[in-house]
């Protein structure tokens, strides 16, 4: 079966968990997920069967969006509360102090990966490393916060709404947004509301997939191309279908730009990018 399923992770979940339950759900051994979340996150998870595994790579390279609760007062060695607390300490915090900081994290930012992130160093993973007390010099690392607002408290915590590019750690943002308070934090909750371009309300909890008959799981599913909906499409046949399905360019009626490239029959045949009249593939995903 080919397509992209949009699951809504739940907590203590990891995202192989998740593909490793949907392998069983689908009887489909070729599974990839768009985007580690880590067992504490809940949230938006693209998970992608079949040979729409092939775009797994372009989910994760897209920008995401996260609605993360922020503790006041608390170091952890984890920058999250499953961590072992470094420093605690009275804070008088206020929302406009919190509103005045966070302007500083807007835009192109130099980040610190974490000691305990899957980051690798001379062939080891960081937590590794950490779980035996070590640490080690790290390179920071260029992100984007697209951006950053106050959205509200829930149970003493500060909620915050991130927007931002591949490869940002939210508890990292949160520990430094910490350290220009003055007090320290740590992450307390993450929710993951957009990723790929699929928000939160097209995901389907885990648990409703696990219930679900077979027919209600597949219907879940969405084709390939969807990943792909912001691009515009065009449809090819002829020398230019030949050409296309043996990975050469191709002559396309296009303005420069990429593509969702289709056959005049409405099949999925490629992703493409157009310079000066000629296709070239970037991705394929018709069947072989």
């Known amino acids: 079966m080919n397509g992209v399923i ?3 992770k739940p907590e203590g979940w990891t995202s192989q968990d998740v593909c490793a339950k949907l392998r069983g759900l689908f009887r489909e051994k070729r599974i990839g997920h768009g985007g580690t979340l880590d067992p504490m996150a809940t949230g938006v998870l693209p998970v992608f069967l079949g ?9 994760e ?13 608390i170091v952890t060695d984890t920058q999250d509360i499953t ?10 915090v206020t929302t406009d102090d ?75 943002l949160i ?34 997939l696990i219930n ?22 065009v449809s090819i046949g002829g020398r230019a279908l030949a050409l296309a399905r043996n990975g050469n360019e191709f002559r396309a009626p296009c303005a420069d730009g990429r593509y969702r490239v289709y056959s005049e029959s409405g099949e999925f045949i490629l992703f493409g990018e157009c310079r000066d009249g000629s296709m070239k593939t970037i991705k394929s995903f018709f069947e072989v």
């Open 6 to 8: 949009i699951i809504d």
């Open 51 to 59: 040979r729409a595994t092939r775009a797994a790579q372009f989910s």
């Open 61 to 73: 390279n897209s920008d995401k969006t996260y609605v993360a609760g922020m503790r006041l007062g």
């Open 83 to 92: 961590g072992r607390v470094l420093s605690e300490r009275e804070n008088s």
């Open 98 to 172: 919190i509103n005045a900081v966070l302007p500083r994290f807007l835009g192109e930012l130099e980040q610190i990966p974490p000691m305990y992130s899957a980051v690798k160093i001379g062939g080891k993973k960081l937590y590794e490393l950490a779980r035996k007390g070590q640490e080690i010099e790290r390179a920071p690392r260029r992100i984007t916060i697209r951006s950053i607002e106050l959205a509200g408290c829930e149970n003493g915590d500060y909620l915050l709404t991130v927007t931002c590019s591949k490869g940002t750690y939210i508890r990292t």
């Open 175 to 208: 520990n430094d947004i910490g350290v220009f308070l003055g007090c320290g934090a740590c992450m307390s909750s993450l929710r993951r509301t957009v990723a790929a371009g699929f928000s939160i309300d097209k995901a389907v909890p885990l648990q409703t």
């Open 212 to 233: 679900a008959s077979e027919d209600e799981r597949r219907a879940c599913v969405s084709p390939t191309d969807s990943v792909f909906a912001a691009y515009p499409a």
